[in-house]
């Protein structure tokens, strides 16, 4: 039973009916008329095909974001398509209906939804299909706000080499298919003109075709960020090589932008979207939990493990290069230095290996386990060791310069600036000391110091497991400002800009005024953050024992996104070069696009 017209076009209308086979329930459903009044038989029989066409492509189908079909008929020269009703409104009348410019959240939305379909079209089984019209008034959006593909009246099957008429939208199709050429990477150039007209409110069939290159995005809409304007540029490169190769990979660069600029975290996608995993660039099987923290040197990443190894991996693939065995865990962060690594071990030794080779160029013992990472400066290595000593060590030829009594077990790591060395006991002492090995100054903390401090402009930083988060003057040691955090912390703070940061056990990465101690901003994990947080570009990343990689806008504290791994995150992740590099304790070392 017909209730109203939804809709009208060239060769039919749209209505809105009711599904009388259900006299018990309420079924809308929309009914496609096509009105066929072609005098020549052959093109009246050829319409006809079409239409029946598509039914039967409809049929075969089954996404969330193609409208199910329920039958179709003929009467006369009338051929209908009874399908599911969507309850919305087309991009195209949404873009008129809204004054100034539609958010970049809501259109980055809608494009990863439609490349999602389109990845179903373009893998279609046996044969994939080409949709050829992709443009604002085929895309409804339904009463939840997510994307419903409609009219496929001219989507094709695709076999690889066959040639037809042009068919599409003037403006949103691409040249190749002017000449009767359509392949999957005609929709992705009919998307980024789409995506165009949406964030410009330029219509693409009212300019001269192609000429989207003169019609820059961000000239005409600034409030779009740079990396969606290259996504779409990308998309609508003349030359189809040149483009996204396919749908997915457009997603993919979709998703990137929308972690990047944090409107993951603002949208909500359909339900069979929400499993979207991120995919590691690669993943290194180690033979045990990685607690340790990798070094990027000269296209190599060497980090320990708790399997005894040290290993050096090629940064780009993952491939194995070396490992280095000592005998005991690793969990400290290794350094370069002029072609040497230097790392320690529980097994109390500081070695010095070739980072060509992965040999042994000599080792320092110990008495005590060593946790602390080693520092190099005026030609020496200086680390702590759990015997309370911190350690200068000539690097030519591995031998003791001095040694410093601190009293305590020191797994904190020390940081050199031009003039001292600055670090942390288990005793809760806190030292700046010359290197000389002179004590300068000492602060004492209620208890342990794990947390390696960071300094700069005139201030150390550093957190305690007396649950204190403590910035003292560098030169006098007096302290400026204490914050205090809900349980104690071993994560090592970080400071860029005005903001300093660190975890804590209470499960938050905390983003302070590195002047005042202020509170900019909290962000609770599922586990405490004993890990420690690292700045990269406009992102901070920082792992939790909850397993998860974290990526924050740092200014805000918005989740951008997370990567979840199967054991706790206790290293600092190292970025290089757009890549993030960290280590779990599911015995994995993980690389992944910042």
């Given at each position: 039973?017909?209730q109203?017209?939804i809709?009208?076009g060239?060769m039919?209308?749209?209505y809105?009916?009711?599904?009388?086979?259900f006299p018990?329930?309420?079924?809308i459903v929309a009914?496609?008329e096509?009105?066929?009044?072609a005098?020549?038989?052959m093109v009246r029989?050829t319409?006809l095909h079409?239409?029946?066409?598509?039914?039967?492509?409809?049929?075969?189908?089954?996404h969330?974001?193609?409208?199910?079909i329920f039958?179709y008929?003929?009467?006369d020269e009338?051929s209908?398509?009874?399908l599911?009703?969507?309850?919305?409104k087309?991009l195209?009348?949404i873009?008129?209906?809204?004054e100034?410019?539609?958010p970049?959240d809501?259109?980055v939305k809608?494009a990863?939804?439609?490349?999602?379909v389109l990845?179903?079209?373009?893998?279609?089984?046996?044969?994939?299909?080409i949709?050829?019209d992709?443009k604002?008034?085929?895309?409804m959006?339904n009463h939840?706000g997510?994307?419903m593909l409609?009219?496929f009246?001219i989507a094709?099957?695709?076999r690889?080499?066959?040639?037809?008429?042009?068919?599409?939208?003037?403006?949103y199709?691409?040249?190749?298919?002017?000449?009767?050429?359509?392949?999957?990477?005609?929709?992705?150039?009919?998307?980024?003109?789409?995506?165009?007209?949406?964030?410009?409110k330029?219509?693409?069939?009212?300019?001269?075709?192609?000429?989207?290159?003169?019609r820059p995005?961000r000239?005409i809409n600034p409030?779009?960020s740079?990396?969606?304007?290259?996504?779409i540029?990308?998309?609508?490169?003349y030359?189809p090589?040149?483009?996204?190769?396919s749908?997915?990979a457009?997603?993919e660069?979709?998703?990137?932008v929308?972690?990047?600029?944090?409107?993951?975290?603002?949208?909500?996608?359909p339900?069979?979207?929400?499993?979207?995993?991120?995919?590691?660039l690669?993943?290194?099987k180690?033979?045990?939990?990685?607690?340790?923290s990798?070094?990027?040197?000269n296209g190599v990443?060497?980090?320990?493990?708790?399997?005894?190894?040290?290993y050096?991996?090629?940064?780009t693939k993952?491939?194995?290069?070396?490992?280095?065995p000592t005998?005991?865990?690793?969990?400290?962060?290794?350094?370069?230095?002029?072609?040497?690594?230097?790392i320690?071990?529980k097994d109390?030794n500081?070695?010095?290996?070739?980072?060509?080779t992965?040999?042994?160029?000599?080792?320092?013992?110990?008495?005590g386990a060593?946790h602390?990472?080693?520092?190099?400066g005026?030609?020496h290595?200086?680390f702590?060791s759990?015997?309370g000593y911190?350690y200068?060590?000539?690097?030519t030829?591995?031998r003791r310069?001095?040694?410093l009594?601190a009293?305590?077990?020191i797994?904190s790591?020390?940081?050199?600036t031009?003039?001292f060395?600055?670090?942390?006991?288990?005793?809760?002492?806190?030292?700046?000391?010359?290197?000389?090995?002179?004590?300068k100054?000492?602060f004492?903390a209620?208890?342990?110091?794990t947390s390696?401090?960071?300094?700069?402009?005139g201030?150390?930083?550093?957190t305690?497991l007396?649950?204190?988060?403590y910035?003292l003057d560098?030169?006098?040691g007096?302290?400026i400002?204490?914050?205090?955090?809900?349980k104690?912390?071993v994560?090592?703070?970080c400071?860029v800009d005005?903001?300093v940061?660190?975890g804590?056990a209470?499960g938050f990465i905390?983003?302070?005024?590195?002047?005042?101690?202020?509170?900019?901003?909290?962000?609770?994990t599922?586990?405490?953050?004993?890990?420690?947080?690292?700045?990269?570009?406009?992102?901070?990343?920082?792992?939790s024992?909850d397993?998860?990689?974290?990526c924050?806008?740092?200014?805000?504290?918005?989740?951008?996104w997370?990567f979840a791994?199967d054991?706790?995150?206790?290293?600092?992740?190292m970025?290089?070069?757009?890549?993030?590099?960290?280590?779990s304790?599911d015995?994995?070392?993980?690389?992944?696009?910042?």
């Amino acid at each position: 039973m017909i209730q109203e017209v939804i809709g009208v076009g060239g060769m039919g209308s749209v209505y809105r009916a009711r599904d009388l086979h259900f006299p018990n329930v309420v079924k809308i459903v929309a009914v496609k008329e096509m009105i066929n009044q072609a005098r020549d038989p052959m093109v009246r029989q050829t319409i006809l095909h079409n239409f029946e066409r598509e039914a039967n492509l409809l049929v075969t189908l089954n996404h969330v974001a193609i409208p199910k079909i329920f039958d179709y008929f003929t009467h006369d020269e009338r051929s209908y398509l009874v399908l599911e009703y969507i309850n919305g409104k087309d991009l195209e009348a949404i873009l008129n209906e809204t004054e100034g410019f539609l958010p970049e959240d809501q259109v980055v939305k809608w494009a990863i939804e439609i490349c999602d379909v389109l990845d179903y079209l373009h893998n279609h089984k046996p044969e994939p299909i080409i949709f050829r019209d992709m443009k604002p008034s085929n895309v409804m959006i339904n009463h939840n706000g997510h994307v419903m593909l409609i009219d496929f009246g001219i989507a094709k099957i695709f076999r690889e080499g066959q040639k037809g008429t042009m068919i599409g939208t003037e403006g949103y199709s691409p040249p190749e298919q002017y000449r009767g050429e359509a392949t999957p990477v005609a929709d992705i150039y009919a998307l980024g003109a789409t995506l165009h007209h949406l964030l410009t409110k330029r219509d693409p069939r009212l300019e001269p075709p192609f000429s989207f290159s003169e019609r820059p995005i961000r000239k005409i809409n600034p409030s779009v960020s740079p990396e969606l304007e290259a996504v779409i540029n990308t998309a609508l490169q003349y030359n189809p090589t040149d483009r996204f190769p396919s749908a997915i990979a457009m997603k993919e660069a979709l998703l990137a932008v929308a972690r990047k600029t944090g409107i993951l975290s603002r949208i909500t996608l359909p339900v069979t979207m929400k499993e979207e995993k991120i995919k590691p660039l690669w993943v290194f099987k180690c033979e045990d939990e990685v607690r340790g923290s990798p070094f990027y040197d000269n296209g190599v990443i060497y980090i320990g493990s708790y399997d005894n190894n040290l290993y050096a991996l090629d940064a780009t693939k993952g491939e194995f290069h070396w490992k280095f065995p000592t005998e005991g865990a690793i969990v400290g962060r290794p350094i370069v230095y002029q072609d040497m690594v230097l790392i320690g071990s529980k097994d109390s030794n500081l070695y010095c290996i070739s980072a060509k080779t992965g040999k042994l160029l000599w080792n320092h013992k110990t008495d005590g386990a060593i946790h602390s990472s080693p520092r190099v400066g005026e030609g020496h290595v200086f680390f702590g060791s759990d015997d309370g000593y911190l350690y200068a060590i000539n690097l030519t030829s591995g031998r003791r310069a001095w040694r410093l009594d601190a009293g305590e077990a020191i797994r904190s790591t020390p940081f050199l600036t031009n003039e001292f060395i600055y670090f942390g006991t288990e005793a809760g002492d806190f030292l700046c000391v010359d290197y000389r090995g002179q004590i300068k100054w000492r602060f004492r903390a209620k208890r342990a110091i794990t947390s390696s401090p960071t300094v700069t402009q005139g201030m150390v930083y550093f957190t305690s497991l007396d649950a204190s988060f403590y910035a003292l003057d560098s030169k006098s040691g007096w302290m400026i400002w204490r914050f205090r955090m809900g349980k104690g912390s071993v994560s090592s703070p970080c400071r860029v800009d005005n903001f300093v940061f660190a975890g804590s056990a209470d499960g938050f990465i905390y983003c302070l005024d590195a002047n005042t101690s202020k509170e900019i901003w909290r962000f609770q994990t599922d586990h405490q953050v004993s890990g420690s947080p690292v700045i990269y570009k406009d992102s901070l990343y920082c792992g939790s024992a909850d397993g998860n990689l974290y990526c924050l806008d740092y200014k805000t504290g918005k989740l951008r996104w997370k990567f979840a791994t199967d054991g706790p995150i206790t290293g600092t992740p190292m970025a290089f070069n757009n890549v993030i590099y960290f280590g779990s304790a599911d015995h994995m070392v993980y690389a992944l696009l910042a």
